[in-house]
């Protein structure tokens, strides 16, 4: 008998267990990586939880840091339009994402993003037809290629309660027409009310189905029992289970059929030759994890013990006679004569010791973290210079610059491949829509709305045979219409005719805060600039200090043509009034 998708996904889901070889001397297992991350983040031993053994997280509290250090916004993606005759869709544009990527919780998109990038080392993200793409979590994977997960099959695991699986009909899975060798009726009669967690079967309140999604190349066979073995092609099938009277695992295909198009994408965080995910974010604290828990752990022993109170006494027959359990305060003990009684001292001695091996591990954990002090929000020690702190959290927020760059990347590369296609598809239709206006906006909109009409109301003077106003006319005019335009307030409805943007190329730019150039540093920066204008305000006249003043900007990092109007406005020299001299009388010439 030919082996079957079934068959395919017990011997995987088996393998998936046991880890593979990176290089010599380093194993490696894709689910003991996941398995531990989540434990450790959620202050749980991987031998289980128990309440006698204290766990210090230092985990979550740096994964927070990487979150909103490596994280950004949806305002942080700017679309445009490639075409400099048409600059005013890139505002209508711009405008619709902004409604488009709230109604879709595309910000919610890029959180999950975040943090399983910076968890796991990973993120793999799912096109989703029709809304935002899909962040796939980690935990769900049955099994998958630990050395490369997109090279080859890999199968993510659902749990559908009814509600869920009969919405799944649109799909078309449980069609006899899709591949199905069973209906959803007949899956959900046959599913039972428990969950698998972990390794663990759970009861539940509700029935939930347990369903296999499974992408990869395969022989022709798995779709067609007289198929070819040998040729292959890249499918997907949606499998499912149940439990026969015998304890027997029956197999049913919801839906089985070709995939034309590849669905996933996936971003590593340092990526690690040889494996499926990257370097994790709570990977790279595992070892200092361990070992502050270690000494937690037996500093704990040693409060245990010293929190004892032993005595010790030279007279055999005290414990016999007294039982200090019991006694009151000011009790007198009877002591055989030249007998004594006192405490054992067992104050914990070796304490400090635990607790500077704790303070160099937490140490180690932000260097490995790149969480230093400035970056954890610390105060800093007394007498640190202002800029040199700025300079040390600079520092600190470099290599998590370099991390969010690569998502910023593969955010954009996800627009481009899926996000814009669908927009461009809803856009052609034309759209009417309220959006929030800054005032920038509202003056640039109020201007050109104004200059058209000025321009339409001359065409149709000259037209009439009237005469054109003139310019103060035309002045009084785009002053009244502007006052009324800016008294609608700042929410406009705007409306993207149909067709409009048809033969329009739309692009994505991801301007990452903080990716482009140091906000802080840039700051700095203009602050100097400022104060130097405004000092002496006519610095810039002289044509070597104007020379000067551009080669500083360029050498900031800054374009002096940012700046040209400061030097195209620069006061006029002032003309020196020349005071007549008075006539001085001539001295006479004395008569001959």
Sequence with gaps: MEPSIYDFIKEEEAGYELPVQIIDGYEWSMKNHIKTTVLYKNSQFTTGKDDNKPF???????????????????????????????YYKSFLIKKYHEKWARENGIDTFIDQLVESYVDFGGALVKNVKGVRPEVVPLQSIAFADQTDLLSGPFAIKHYYNPAQLLEMEDLGWGKQSSGATGTLQDVIYLSSAYKKVGDEQVKTTGKYIEVYEVHGNFPLSYLDPEGSTEKYSNQLHICTFYIDDKGKRNWITLFAGPERKPVFKLVLRDEIYGRALGLGGAEELFEPQVWINYDQIRMKQMLDEAAKIIYKTTDDAIAARNNTRNMSTGEILSLA???????????????????????????????????NDAIMGESPTSGTPFKLQELVTAEGHSIHEYRKGKLATFVEEIYRDWILPQLGTEITKGKEFISELSLEELQSVSQSMIDNMVADNDKEAVLSGKVIP??????????????????????????????????????????????????AAMTDKLVNIFRTVVASPDVLSNPSMAKLFNEILESSGLSPMDFGSLQANKPEPQQIQVQPQPVQPQPQQPLV
């Design 56 to 86: 210090k997280n230092i985990i979550r509290p740096i994964l927070n840091l990487q979150y909103r250090a490596e994280g950004f916004d949806v305002k942080d993606i700017e679309l445009f339009i490639n075409s400099k005759d048409e």
């Design 337 to 371: 004569e030249g007998k004594d009684i006192g405490q054992v001292d067992n104050y914990p001695r070796n304490v400090a010791v635990f607790e500077k091996n704790v303070s160099d591990w937490e140490a180690h954990a932000q260097m490995m973290g790149s969480a």
């Design 470 to 519: 003139d310019d103060a006319t035309k002045e009084a005019f785009k002053q009244k219409t502007r006052e009324e335009f800016m008294k609608g307030g700042s929410k406009r409805f705007l409306k993207i005719l149909d067709g409009e943007f048809k033969e329009s190329e739309i692009d994505v730019y991801a301007n990452v805060a903080g990716k482009q150039k140091n906000m």
